[in-house]
């Protein structure tokens, strides 16, 4: 009887070099939008993009060059840019409304709730800068709620790609889609590690790597540090299945409970409260058809905070470390092994997080005077010639 199939999967068709970072190139999945937008805006002359003031942050610039009479600039209104989106889409147009995912859907939810969602129009949310990976911004523009308060509106296909390449290909799919969608992406570089073969169908979850032993079933580019997670752990003897589930809604449920009854463990992965959305979404799935342990990396019922976004990722236990950790806790469920009331890999992202602030602040008073509350000789300060 042959062994069970692990290991990358060849029909995914991604990057050669998957686990060489310094060969592997790095774009932010915004830079994908930008050229979906215009790609879609020639195949499509009923394509028209509102963006809130923010055109070149959310790459709704090269739609704006590309076709200037068919893009309105609404300034800082998102509620008005999502109630004229829903109007324009009864006349016939394909609107994407583009902003910050702090702002739309953020602060525009209740517009698109009744005047897109309810009206069931072809309304399309772009929602950049979510996650995190923001940074510096911090905990007032790291939009981390997105996914859960767009999965459960009716009628919303939500959607979270995993790199420039399948952000592009997501763009593309929703305009050809009628019905409102919510997509979100990211402002940081993150690896680019799918290609133009890779297989992208809205809907459908895509199996990456082969496993039998646990599943990941991760969203956004953070799908990435699911697959070196399952190289990790590989190593250890622990051969992980990882899904990108780039389509949280609608969820591919056939897809997830295969998944589930085949590995027996199941880990959620995502840039986002881990409550809500992703792992809200899998758990009532394995709940009615497949009950395996679950555990859920994300947010854990937390806000951000401003940092470095490396440094935040590691300090919110997202990379692949901690990833690794919750798969073994997982699987450590699965046989019947005792776990600790607070996961494991919670635990030492809190540690983590503690660390790197000691670490930050002590540099900063290294560089700072004593006399301004700082640990550096007064005798460093130089008096400024007039």
């Known amino acids: 009887m042959a062994a069970p199939a692990h290991g990358i999967n060849k029909a995914a068709h991604l990057v050669r070099h998957l686990f060489e970072p310094d060969r592997l190139k790095a774009l932010p999945t915004r830079d994908g939008y930008g050229d979906g937008l215009v790609i879609a805006g020639g195949d499509d002359s009923n394509i028209v993009v509102l963006c809130a003031d923010l055109t070149e942050s959310t790459r709704s610039l090269a739609f704006k060059k590309a076709f200037p009479d068919r893009f309105v600039q609404m300034g800082v209104s998102e509620q008005s840019m999502a109630s004229i989106a829903a109007g324009m889409a009864m006349a016939g147009k394909v609107p994407f409304i583009s902003s910050y995912a702090a702002f739309s859907p953020g602060r525009n939810w209740e517009q698109i709730r009744t005047t897109v969602a309810l009206n069931d129009v072809n309304v399309k949310i772009a929602g950049a800068h979510s996650g995190v990976s923001v940074g510096p911004d911090g905990a007032t523009h790291q939009m981390i709620e997105d996914i859960a308060i767009m999965r459960v509106m009716p009628n919303m296909q939500v959607l979270v790609p995993c790199d420039s390449i399948e952000t592009r ?35 459908r979850a895509e199996i990456y790597r082969h496993g039998f032993d646990a599943t990941i079933i991760a969203a956004g580019p953070l799908v990435y540090e ?32 295969a998944a589930a009854r085949e590995t027996g463990a199941v880990v ?26 679950l555990e859920r990396v994300g947010m854990q019922d937390r806000f951000g905070e401003s940092g470095e976004p490396p440094e935040l990722l590691e300090g919110f236990g997202l990379t692949a470390p901690f990833i690794a950790m919750a798969v073994e806790r997982a699987v450590k469920r699965k046989v019947g092994v ?21 670490k930050i602040m002590g540099d900063a008073l290294r560089r700072t005077p004593k006399k301004w509350g700082g640990r550096k000789p007064d005798g460093s300060l130089k008096s400024r010639k007039k």
């Not at 763009?171 to 133009?196: C, H, Q, W």
């Not at 995502?270 to 992703?278: I, P, S, T």
């Not at 809200?280 to 497949?290: C, D, I, P």
């Not at 890999?345 to 602030?357: F, G, I, N, P, S």
């Open 226 to 257: 699911a697959l070196v997670a399952a190289q990790l752990l590989s190593k250890h003897h622990l051969e992980v299945r990882v899904i990108n589930c780039h389509t949280v809604k609608p969820l591919d449920v056939k897809t997830i409970v």
């Open 268 to 293: 959620t992965v995502e840039e986002a409260q881990a409550a809500g959305g992703l792992g809200g979404a899998v758990a009532e799935t394995l709940g009615a058809f497949a009950p395996v342990p």
């Open 169 to 203: 290909k997501a763009t593309l799919a929703i305009a050809k889609t009628d019905g409102p969608a919510y997509m979100r992406f990211a402002r940081e570089k993150s690896p680019v590690f799918t290609t133009d073969k890779t297989p992208f169908k809205l809907g």
């Open 338 to 358: 005792k776990v600790a009331a607070e996961p494991e890999y919670v635990t030492a992202a809190k540690k983590r997080l503690e660390e790197l602030k000691a």
